[in-house]
């Protein structure tokens, strides 16, 4: 909020990935979906909030706009922009955190295969294991009915994609590497990342140029640490939750 004309938000800075326009439709949003400002009820006018954020006027106006063509706020001229509506909750996307519930829920997903040429090897950390001798590259969209709503780029090990290729280029590829006889996986981490669309991803998703994203990467060892997978796909920020429980009601 801004008080007595001082900023006392601040928004991060340039080395940010996300335009801080962005960002000021992410916080007003989220006043108004906790009831700062109500359905009916004037915001704050695009002076004070030039003040708060410390920005150009050009960004508050950006900002204000992208609400205004969700839905959320319109404006009137001279009288000021007022609420519409209240965000949703239509983040339908549960991302697990177990790899029971991982493969459980993307079990009987229907990949779209996509015919890019990606990296002969995926990157790999030091602490990820490692890199086998070859990989095959896969690449993918993720629908929801009709709307895509992740984009996954995947490395087999390929002497583990050899063992079942027509399942790898018909079915999520996770999966069928946890289907396979005879694969003693030892370990899977999965790390999640906020991040931003870029153009590739931007275009396949069908969103906006930088608009806010999930990133998922998941990777797979066998017993020597050899990196058997690794899937890095990126999810539309605006349908993605994240729920871990922290403590579990007993008997539950």
């Not at 969700?70 to 007022?82: A, H, I, M, N, W």
């Not at 899937?231 to 429980?245: F, H, Q």
Request: glycine share 8%.
């Amino acid at each position: 909020m801004a008080i007595g004309g001082r900023k006392i938000f601040t928004l991060q800075g340039s080395e940010s990935r996300v335009p801080r326009y962005l960002q000021v439709a992410s916080v007003l949003s989220r006043r108004i979906r906790d009831g700062y400002w109500a359905v009916g009820e004037k915001i704050a006018t695009l002076e004070e909030l030039e003040r708060e954020f410390g920005v150009a006027r050009v960004t508050v106006r950006q900002a204000v706009d992208l609400l205004q063509d969700e839905g959320l706020v319109k404006s009137f001229q001279g009288r000021g922009t007022f609420v519409t509506r209240a965000p949703g909750n239509d983040r339908w996307l549960q991302l697990a955190t177990d790899w029971d519930g991982l493969i459980s829920h993307i079990r009987n997903n229907v990949p779209q295969f996509l015919p890019f040429d990606g990296p002969a090897v995926p990157r790999l950390d030091e602490s990820d294991g490692i890199a086998a001798a070859a990989y095959k590259y896969l690449c993918s969209l993720q629908r929801r009915g009709t709307e895509p709503y992740g984009f996954a780029r995947v490395h087999i090990a390929q002497h583990i994609f050899e063992r079942a290729p027509d399942l790898f280029t018909s079915r999520v590829a996770l999966v069928v590497l946890a289907e396979l006889d005879g694969i003693a996986i030892s370990r899977a981490r999965q790390t999640f990342t906020i991040g931003a669309a870029d153009i590739e991803t931007a275009r396949h998703l069908d969103i906006a140029l930088n608009a806010p994203t999930a990133e998922a990467r998941c990777v797979v060892t066998d017993g020597d640490r050899t990196v058997l997978y690794v899937g890095e796909i990126t999810y539309r920020g605006d349908c993605v939750r994240l729920n871990i429980e922290l403590i579990e009601q007993a008997g539950a």
